[in-house]
């Protein structure tokens, strides 16, 4: 089992829709999430940052955590054709970040 | 202000040759971690650096690899010997602390190619 799945895509959405972005994670120490946006060809960008349950909103950004349930989402409102990128769900232990191998979003005019 | 910078941007080596790989963290950053990514991995953790110190070097691939990093501020990850399969985008990051609530920023990465 993988320490970081996200939800395989790739994922196309119409301009102005909500994209939802899942990620689970497997070791229950996990403290602190994050959410990657990667372009193609650049390295990875920090969107969201979430330590506790519930919902943190940035934006038109929404990350979720649940912890009991080892689930990190993002949602994504309004969707741009700016937003198409990869998608990078990451979980820190300690100082060591492991990441999800990502899902793309393509958001079409 | 400055962000994570890295050098070179790309890199193209022989197989068998050494590379040195250079990354300066944000200013203040005392933390800092090498990454790869390659088609199909995803990104990797190699190794991590709390000042000058590195107490996890568990992500090395293999004894070729190795890192430094001086006066708490610039890295240097080094690749002796270069295989084919060394070809990535070698990236680095910096937090203000290994603490769990620092983030940690990328720097642009280096692409490294062996022929």
């Known amino acids: 089992q993988k320490e970081v799945e996200q939800n395989s895509g790739p994922l196309s959405v119409p301009e102005g829709a909500i994209a939802s972005l899942n990620c689970t994670y497997s070791?229950?120490?996990?403290?602190?999430f994050f959410w990657y946006r990667q372009y193609s060809g650049k390295s990875p960008e920090l969107i969201m940052s979430?330590?506790?349950?519930g919902d943190k909103e940035d934006g038109r950004f929404t990350a979720q955590l649940n912890k009991a349930s080892q689930y990190v989402s993002l949602l994504i409102r309004d969707s741009q054709p700016s937003d198409s990128a990869t998608y990078l769900c990451?979980?820190?232990?300690?100082?060591?970040?492991?990441f999800g191998a990502g899902t793309t979003v393509t958001v079409r005019a | 202000g400055a962000g994570v910078s890295q050098s070179p941007s790309n890199k193209v080596t022989e197989k068998g040759k050494d590379v040195e790989l250079r990354c300066d963290p944000i200013?203040?950053?005392?933390?800092l971690y090498w990454y790869r990514q390659s088609l199909g991995q995803g990104l990797e953790f190699l190794i991590y650096?709390?000042?000058?110190?590195?107490?996890?070097k568990s992500g090395l691939p293999s004894d070729r690899f190795s890192a430094e990093r001086t006066g708490g501020s610039v890295s240097t990850l080094t690749i002796q010997r270069t295989q084919q399969e060394d070809s990535a985008v070698y990236l680095c990051?910096?937090?203000?602390?290994?603490?769990?609530?620092?983030?940690?920023?990328f720097g642009p990465g280096t692409r490294l190619t062996v022929t």
């Open positions: 070791d229950r120490g996990s403290q602190s």
């Open positions: 990051a910096s937090s203000l602390d290994r603490v769990l609530s620092y983030e940690q920023y």
């Open positions: 979430i330590y506790s349950n």
């Open positions: 650096f709390q000042g000058n110190s590195a107490p996890d």
């Open positions: 990451a979980v820190k232990r300690d100082y060591k970040l492991s």
């Open positions: 200013s203040g950053h005392t933390a």
